[in-house]
């Protein structure tokens, strides 16, 4: 079991830099795949970035690639979303999601059916 918690978003204007953090507690942090995805008011969820358990791969979306960068410390059990020239399109609630136990250090799953835990989600929102 993992349980996941999101801290960091808020107000910023566009051009503007965030950094989402999601902390997990759980013995199978360490050995999971971890997403971000996005839910904008109106909108279905959306993928925007994912990373293996080791950090040895990583994949974004197109809208962010060049902006939004994803990172983990296992050793803090922590992922984060580092988001620089925000854009109003990113508003949204951004979600933090983990898989169960994968070894394979190539599995960053971009679909949310892959995903086991989720957190609460923090709200984003970039002023134009």
């Known amino acids: 079991q993992v349980q996941l918690v999101e801290s960091g978003g808020g107000l910023v204007q566009a051009g503007g830099s965030l950094r989402l953090s999601c902390a997990a507690s759980?013995?199978?942090?360490?050995?999971?795949?971890m997403g971000w995805f996005r839910q904008a008011p109106g909108k279905e969820r959306e993928f925007v970035a994912a990373i293996s358990w080791n950090g040895r791969t990583t994949y974004a979306t197109d809208s962010v690639k060049g902006r939004f960068t994803i990172s983990r410390d296992n050793a803090k059990t922590t992922v984060w979303l580092q988001m620089n020239s925000l854009k109003p399109e990113d508003t949204a609630v951004y979600y933090c999601?983990?898989?169960?136990?994968?070894?394979?250090?190539?599995?960053?799953?971009?679909?949310?059916?892959?995903?086991?835990?989720w957190g609460q989600g923090t709200q984003v929102t970039v002023s134009s």
């Open positions: 999601a983990a898989t169960k136990r994968s070894s394979s250090s190539y599995y960053a799953p971009r679909g949310g059916d892959e995903y086991d835990y």
């Open positions: 759980g013995r199978t942090f360490s050995s999971s795949a």
